[in-house]
């Protein structure tokens, strides 16, 4: 079978010798987010992304139920400058997408 695989950045650089060189370093270092991929299966003519990363510190059910009341009492602040508001909104659309994506319900 026959796939492309695709990893992607932004590299600010004099050359692109030099450009391939930041890239290479950023995708072996033990730290960095280097371990997304887009592979095209040219069989199936369909892309796949896959994150080699596990991950490993995330919340739990009661620690992200303690975030997110934690931005709705936030949201709902008066004096919330609107740009802030904004933030917090997003933030919980994502939180709430997560929770249904992982097959949970949302809390609180």
Do not use: N
């Amino acid at each position: 079978m026959k796939f492309r695989v695709i990893w992607e950045i932004d590299i600010y650089a004099d050359s692109p010798k030099q450009a391939v060189q930041q890239a290479r370093a950023i995708q072996l270092h033990p730290e960095m987010p280097a371990t997304v991929f887009d592979v095209w299966d040219h069989v199936k003519q369909k892309m796949h992304r896959v994150e080699l990363a596990s991950v490993t510190d995330s919340l739990d059910l009661p620690e992200l139920t303690r975030v997110r009341a934690a931005l709705r009492f936030l949201q709902c602040a008066p004096d919330l400058p609107s740009g802030m508001q904004d933030i917090v909104s997003i933030m919980l659309i994502f939180l709430d997408e997560d929770c249904e994506f992982f097959g949970g319900s949302r809390p609180g």
